[in-house]
């Protein structure tokens, strides 16, 4: 089964740009449609972005999109999520998460991923 690790989550401030990536380990990576969910402390997990397993058909919450962009590398089995113009309401755990279908345009609900991430905590102030 593919592993998942994500990096690149830490302390910003309002307006502020971070980038995460997921490294796919042991997996046939460019099989899958990708996507990144989020947790706020207290809330549920939240769809972000997804992206297809050949790199295209990027999709979005509403919340950030124009924001927010998602890419994948399939000659490094990485996935990234660009974040600029951060806002408090950003702070959460953010997932990686890899479709359990294959050759799928792209996917939003969690009971539609085959494996989650250890998820990376993202801190927004104001």
């Known amino acids: 089964q593919i592993q998942l690790v994500e990096s690149g989550g830490g302390l910003a401030q309002a307006g502020d740009s971070l980038t995460l990536s997921c490294l796919a380990i042991d997996g046939r990576f460019t099989n899958y449609a990708m996507a990144w969910f989020r947790q706020a402390p207290g809330g549920e997990r939240e769809f972000v972005a997804s992206v297809s397993w050949g790199g295209g058909e990027p999709r979005y919450a509403d919340s950030v999109k124009g924001r927010f962009t998602i890419s994948r590398d399939n000659t490094k089995d990485t996935l990234y999520l660009q974040m600029n113009s951060l806002k408090p309401e950003d702070t959460a755990v953010y997932y990686c998460?890899?479709?359990?279908?294959?050759?799928?345009?792209?996917?939003?609900?969690?009971?539609?991923?085959?494996?989650w991430g250890q998820g990376t905590q993202v801190s927004v102030s104001s």
């Open positions: 998460a890899a479709d359990r279908r294959f050759w799928r345009p792209g996917f939003h609900d969690p009971a539609d991923v085959g494996a």
